[in-house]
C-alpha cells in the first residue's frame, strides 16, 4: 500500500515540483530584469488574484476527493460537470469583481500603476477558478502521471514566456499578457480531455446540494487558510512602498518543493484517510500519519537547518544582491518549518471533521491580522513575518489537542517523537559542520554551492543507519 502511495505522491511531487520551479523561475528572471518597483507591481497583480480566485472556487474541487471514491459511476458524471459549471459561474463573478475594484486596490496599495494592469489581468478570474477542478478529477481517477505531464508542460511555456516576455520588453503588461494567454490556452486543453474521458450527463441537484454542504465548511477555512496566507504580504503593500514589499516577498515563502510535497501527499492521503475512518480503523489511520510524519522529516529537517544558515546567501543567489535585505523574513518564514512535518488539515478532512481545521484557521486570520498591523507599526516590514509564524504555532497546537481526543491517542503516541528528535539533531549536527563556510568571503554562490554538498554528505553519512533502520523496522 505504501509503495503504491509513495508513487502516486512521487508524480503529484514532481509535476507540482517543476510547476514551483517554473514560478521561481519567474521571480528570480524578473528580480534580475526589473526595476524593485516593477517587479514589485507584478508581484502586487498576483498577490490580489491569487488572493481572491480560492473564494470563488467554494473548495468545489476538495468534494471531488471526498465524493467521487464513494458515490454510484452514473453519479459521477453529474458531480464533475456540476463542480465546472459552478465553477465558471464563480470566475465571471470574479472577473467582474476585479475590474470593479481595480482602482481601490491602486489606492490602498499605493500604487498608480496596479488599475491598468489589474483590468489586462481580471480575464485570469474566469481561468482561475475554472481550472481548479482538473487536479482534483485525474487525482481521484488515478492518472497523476498524465497530470505530471500535462502540469509540467505548461509550466515550463510560461516560465519561458514571462523571461522571455521581460527581456524583450521590460513591460509588466506585456508578461501578464503572456501569462494570460498560455492559461486560456490550458484552460481549453482541460475542458476539451475532460469531455474525452467522462461523458457528460445530466446534473443532479440533489448531488451538487450535497457537495455544496460538504464544501461549505471547507470552502470557509479555505479562504481563512488563503487569506492567511497572504494577509501578512496585504499589510506591507498597504504600509510600504512598492519597493519594500519587493524586498519582503522575496523572502516571505515556504520552500516551494517542500511545500509540493506537503500539497501532494495530502491530496492523495486525504481519501486514504476518509476510507480508513469509514471503515472505523483509527489505529491504521495513525500509523499511516506516523509513517508520513517520519519520511517527511527527514527532508524537512535538514532543508531547515541548512537554509536557516545560508539564508542571506541564497536570496543573493537567487535574486541579486538587491534582495540581501529578503534574509530577514526569509528567516523568519523558516520557523514554520518544524510544524510542518504533519498535515493537519489533510487527516482532519480525511476523517470528517473539517469545522476544526475552520476554527483554527480563522483564529490564525484574525490574529495574525491584528499582530501583524501591530508589529509592522512596531518593528518594521519584518513584523508581519513574526506575527505569521507564531499564530501558527498557536493554530497547531489546538489541531494537536483535537486530534489527539477525537482518535483517542495521548500526545507521546500521536507522533513518532524519537525519530523526529534524531532527524532534528542530526541536521543540527551536520548545519554546525559546515557553518565556517558561510563566514568565508567567497560568492554567495560557491557558499551555496560548497555549503550544499558539505553539508548533504555530512547528513548522509551521520544519519545512514537510521534511515536504513526505518526501511526495516516499524517506525513509531
Known amino acids: 500500500m505504501y509503495r503504491i502511495l509513495i508513487k502516486r505522491i512521487s508524480f503529484l511531487a514532481i509535476s507540482k515540483g517543476i510547476e514551483r520551479l517554473s514560478i521561481l523561475a519567474i521571480h528570480i528572471g524578473l528580480s534580475y530584469i526589473l526595476s524593485r518597483t516593477y517587479y514589485g507591481t507584478f508581484r502586487q497583480v498576483l498577490l490580489i488574484v491569487n488572493l481572491l480566485v480560492p473564494f470563488f472556487t467554494l473548495s468545489l474541487p476538495m468534494s471531488i476527493y471526498y465524493f467521487f471514491p464513494t458515490i454510484k459511476d452514473k453519479e459521477k458524471s453529474s458531480l464533475i460537470y456540476g463542480t465546472i459549471l459552478l465553477l465558471f459561474v464563480g470566475g465571471v463573478i470574479l472577473m467582474f469583481l476585479l475590474l470593479g475594484l481595480k482602482n481601490f486596490f491602486g489606492e490602498r496599495f499605493h500604487n498608480p500603476i496596479l488599475p ?18 482538473y487536479d482534483a478529477l485525474l487525482v481521484v481517477l488515478k492518472k497523476e502521471k498524465l497530470l505530471a505531464v500535462i502540469t509540467i508542460i505548461f509550466s515550463i ?11 524583450l520588453t521590460k513591460s509588466v503588461k506585456f508578461i501578464l499578457q503572456i501569462l494570460l494567454y498560455l492559461n486560456a490556452l490550458r484552460l481549453i486543453i482541460y475542458i476539451l480531455h475532460t469531455f474525452n474521458i467522462i461523458k457528460p450527463e445530466k446534473i443532479s441537484s440533489t448531488l ?6 460538504y464544501s461549505l465548511p471547507i470552502f470557509l477555512t479555505s479562504i ?12 506591507v503593500s498597504i504600509f510600504f512602498s512598492a519597493q519594500i514589499y519587493a524586498i519582503y ?11 509540493i510535497l506537503w500539497g501532494s501527499i495530502a491530496q492523495v492521503l486525504i481519501p486514504e484517510f476518509a476510507s480508513l475512518w469509514q471503515a472505523r480503523k483509527k489505529t491504521r489511520i495513525i500509523e ?7 519520511k517527511v522529516s527527514i527532508i ?16 543573493m543567489t537567487l535574486f541579486s544582491e538587491k534582495y540581501t535585505l529578503s534574509a530577514l523574513p526569509f528567516r523568519i518564514y523558516l520557523c514554520l518549518l518544524p510544524i510542518r512535518v504533519a498535515l493537519y488539515g489533510a487527516i482532519l478532512y480525511g476523517i470528517g471533521m473539517p469545522k476544526y481545521k475552520l476554527y483554527g484557521t480563522f483564529f490564525n486570520l484574525l490574529g495574525n491580522t491584528l499582530l501583524s498591523v501591530y508589529l509592522a507599526k512596531k518593528i518594521g516590514f519584518v513584523g508581519p513575518a513574526c506575527a505569521t509564524v507564531f499564530i501558527t504555532y498557536l493554530e497547531v497546537t489546538f489541531y494537536i489537542h483535537i486530534l489527539t481526543k477525537n482518535l483517542n491517542v495521548r500526545l507521546r503516541e500521536l507522533f513518532p517523537w524519537g525519530r523526529l528528535f534524531r532527524n532534528l539533531l542530526y541536521g543540527v549536527i551536520s548545519g554546525a559542520i559546515v557553518l565556517p563556510i558561510n563566514f568565508t568571503n567567497l560568492p554567495p554562490w560557491s557558499k551555496l554551492a560548497i555549503g550544499g554538498i558539505s553539508f548533504a554528505i555530512s547528513y548522509i553519512l551521520i544519519s545512514f543507519k537510521e534511515i536504513t533502520r526505518g526501511k526495516t523496522h516499524p517506525i513509531g
Not at 451538487?208 to 454542504?213: A, G, M, P, V, W
Not at 481563512?224 to 499589510?235: E, F
Open 116 to 133: 491598468s494592469l489589474l483590468k489586462i489581468y481580471a480575464l485570469y478570474g474566469i481561468i482561475g477558478v475554472t481550472i481548479s477542478y
Open 157 to 167: 511555456m510560461m516560465s519561458i514566456g514571462a523571461i522571455f516576455g521581460a527581456v
Open 208 to 213: 451538487l446540494k450535497k457537495e455544496l454542504n
Open 224 to 235: 481563512c487558510d488563503i487569506a492567511t496566507l497572504h494577509v501578512d504580504k496585504i499589510i
Open 249 to 259: 516577498v522575496n523572502g516571505a515563502f515556504e520552500i516551494p518543493f517542500l511545500a
Open 288 to 294: 499511516l500519519w506516523k509513517n508520513f510524519i517520519t
Open 300 to 315: 524537512i529537517f535538514p532543508a531547515f537547518v541548512f537554509l536557516f544558515i545560508f539564508a542571506k546567501p541564497f536570496m
